[in-house]
Structures are given as structure tokens and as C-alpha cells.
């Protein structure tokens, strides 16, 4: 019980998190920590484009908000494919000495985690962590890179994340606080 209150607490000073986003033009959204405005563009062609300080999408119906969120989705994924290889390579190469297999990167939306990993190797990100700021995603990565040798959040594993990533509590923080 006084675990699960500490947990509440500790979660309770990251409220109030992000209201739901509409799709709309001039909505903010956010990409590598950073904030883009929306703008809706009607053209014959469906597509995205990061531009400046703009995510423009462009669509034969610019009132259809469904249409408008599954366009940016698809860009968030692709570009998260993109980003979240070329961590892995990054962060793999700060921690080879775990002495573990370079695992399969996978993707799927998730509510209540950034990542996890699979007993046989592969780790899994949540799309949106493509918003978050590149610190904060390495550390996910360096997370589940750890995982692969220790399984659960004991000593011997945080010693580990320690040892390749010793900023590893204010990154999470960071995160966490985020608003993603």
C-alpha cells in the first residue's frame, strides 16, 4: 500500500497532461520535443510535410479531422521507423559490452508504455515516443537495451542503465512530465 501511494504521488505532479487533440488548424503538435502548428491545406493528394515550424497536411476534404489524425499517424510511424533505427545504432554501440544480440526494433501505438522488450530479443516502441525529445528516446532505448541482460527492475539492472546512461533519472523525468 505505501508503494502504490508513493507511485500515485509521483505521478500526480505530472498533471494536468495534454488535452486531446482535434486535428484542427493552428493545433500544436509535437515532433522530436519539439512544437509544430497544424495547417490544413485542400489539395487533390493526400500527404505530410514537416516545413519550418509547420506540420501541413494536405487532403481533398480539410474538414474530415478523422482523416486528417490517420494521415499524421501514418507520418508519425514512418518517421518513427526512421529515428528510432538510427537511436538503436546509437545506443547499441554505447552499450555493446551487455554482450547481446543488435534486436529487431518493432512498433505499435501503447497507452501505458514507452517500450518493452520480448524474451526473444526484439524491443518495442510506442509510436509516439517519436514526439518526445532524442535524450529521451535514447533513454527508452538504453531502458530495454538493459532489459535484454537483466530482465526486471532489480539492483543488477539498474546498475547497469547506470552504467551506460548515469543521467538516466532526469531523462525519465523528463519524459514522464512531458505532456506527449
Not at 505532479?13 to 515532433?31: A, M, N, Q
Not at 486528417?68 to 510511424?77: A, C, P, Q, T, V
Not at 554501440?93 to 551487455?98: C, V, W
Request: with cysteine; hydrophobic share 30%.
Amino acid at each position: 500500500a505505501r508503494w502504490i501511494r508513493k507511485q500515485i504521488e509521483y505521478f500526480r505532479k505530472f498533471d494536468p497532461r495534454t488535452p486531446s487533440r482535434r486535428y484542427v488548424g493552428g493545433e500544436t503538435h509535437l515532433y522530436l520535443g519539439r512544437q509544430y502548428r497544424l495547417k490544413i491545406k485542400k489539395q487533390k493528394e493526400h500527404a505530410v510535410k514537416l516545413k519550418g515550424a509547420y506540420f501541413y497536411v494536405m487532403t481533398p476534404n480539410p474538414n474530415c479531422t478523422q482523416k486528417i489524425k490517420d494521415l499524421l499517424e501514418d507520418w508519425y510511424k514512418e518517421h518513427a521507423c526512421l529515428v528510432f533505427a538510427r537511436r538503436l545504432a546509437i545506443c547499441y554501440e554505447t552499450a555493446k559490452k551487455l554482450n547481446v544480440p543488435f534486436p529487431e526494433i518493432k512498433l505499435r501505438r501503447m497507452t501505458k508504455r514507452w517500450g518493452s522488450c520480448s524474451k526473444s530479443g526484439d524491443i518495442l516502441l510506442n509510436t509516439n515516443l517519436v514526439k518526445a525529445p532524442l535524450y529521451c528516446i535514447d533513454y527508452v532505448i538504453m531502458h530495454e537495451l538493459c532489459h535484454l541482460k537483466a530482465q526486471t527492475h532489480n539492483d543488477r539492472y539498474y546498475n547497469l542503465l547506470s552504467k551506460y546512461m548515469p543521467d538516466w533519472k532526469r531523462r525519465k523525468e523528463r519524459l514522464e512530465r512531458g505532456g506527449l
